[in-house]
C-alpha cells in the first residue's frame, strides 16, 4: 500500500511540477510574425510603444502573482515586481501607461483577440486560431 501511494504522489509531483510553455500572442493585424526576446523586454519595459508600421502596441499582462507570468518575466532576464517599478516610474514621469492587467489567460486571450496592435503571454496549449504566436517560451 505505500509503495502505491508513493507512485502515485510521485506522479502528481510529475504532473504539476512540469512546466507549460509559454505562448507570445498577438492580433493578427500585428505586422510580424516573430519576436525577439530583446524587442519582447523593451515591449514590455514600455520602451517601444508601437510596431514597425507605426500602430500602437496594446499590451496585455496578468494580474497577481503566478506561474505564468514568472516564466514569461524570468524569459525576458527580470522579475515581475523589477517591471512593476519600471511601469510605475513611466506613469509617474507621465511618459506612458502599465500594461492592462487581466484577471485570466482566457481574458488576456479574449483581448488580445479583439484589440489591433495586441500582445500578450498564455499556456501554449490554449492558443487559438483568434491570435497569432509570436513567440514560444520553454
Given at each position: ?13 510529475g504532473a504539476t511540477g512540469a512546466q507549460a510553455q ?55 532576464g527580470r522579475r515581475p515586481d523589477e517591471m512593476k ?8 514621469s507621465g511618459e506612458g501607461r502599465s500594461p492592462t ?38
Amino acid at each position: 500500500m505505500k509503495k502505491e501511494l508513493l507512485i502515485v504522489l510521485l506522479a502528481l509531483a510529475g504532473a504539476t511540477g512540469a512546466q507549460a510553455q509559454v505562448a507570445v500572442v498577438a492580433h493578427k493585424t500585428v505586422p510580424v510574425d516573430a519576436i525577439d526576446t530583446r524587442t519582447l523586454l523593451d515591449i514590455y519595459s514600455l520602451e517601444e510603444t508601437k510596431w514597425d508600421d507605426g500602430s500602437r502596441i496594446a499590451l496585455f499582462d496578468l494580474k497577481g502573482k503566478n506561474d505564468l507570468k514568472q516564466a514569461f518575466y524570468a524569459s525576458l532576464g527580470r522579475r515581475p515586481d523589477e517591471m512593476k517599478r519600471v511601469w510605475l516610474r513611466i506613469i509617474l514621469s507621465g511618459e506612458g501607461r502599465s500594461p492592462t492587467l487581466l484577471t485570466s489567460t482566457d481574458e488576456v486571450l479574449d483581448k488580445v483577440a479583439a484589440t489591433p496592435g495586441a500582445i500578450g503571454y498564455v499556456p501554449l496549449a490554449l492558443v487559438t486560431d483568434e491570435v497569432k504566436v509570436i513567440a514560444t517560451i520553454q
